[in-house]
């Protein structure tokens, strides 16, 4: 199975990713970001630079709930991803490709920050987690 391996500093665990426009599964169109993974999160979120810059458009708003509040949001549909290389993948083929979970119908938020996207458990719960006391993280997914 793919799994991604690194090292989480701090009180945040921030991993690096791909973002890619939706719908056909043959379009790689992608951008690289900073994710927060977040598991209090029910559903995934995109911050304005992955909106502006691949040019995605709100299909519609829904209620968010946060700890703090609750409003109306936009909601994208957007997939996340991974390139894969040998020492992820045992049957990888020389070229890295990239691992792709399906769409995602995930809400926006207008303010930019250190992270451009929130991994929700509609995400984590299609992969196993591992935080050790030494800070080395383990996604597992596939």
């Known amino acids: 199975m793919p799994e991604l391996n690194w090292k989480s500093s701090g009180n945040r665990i921030l991993l690096d990713l791909l973002v ?19 598991t209090g999160a029910t559903v995934s979120g995109i911050g304005p630079r992955v ?3 691949l040019g995605l458009q ?3 708003k829904k209620r968010l709930k946060s700890a703090t509040e609750e409003r109306f949001v936009d909601y ?3 997939r996340i991803g991974w390139l894969m290389n040998a020492e992820v993948e045992s049957n990888a083929q020389p070229t ?15 303010l930019a920050g250190d992270f451009d996207v929130i991994l929700g458990m509609d995400v984590l719960r299609q992969c196993d987690f ?9 996604l597992t997914f596939g």
Request: net charge negative.
């Open 58 to 60: 709100s299909h519609t």
């Open 51 to 53: 909106v502006r810059e």
């Open 96 to 110: 890295s490709l990239p691992f792709i979970f399906d769409e995602l119908d995930g809400f926006g938020w207008g």
């Open 130 to 138: 591992e935080l050790r006391r030494d800070g080395l993280c383990q």
């Open 76 to 78: 994208f549909l957007f």
């Open 20 to 38: 890619f426009k939706p719908g056909s599964p043959s379009d790689l169109t992608n951008i690289e970001a900073r994710a927060l993974l977040d």
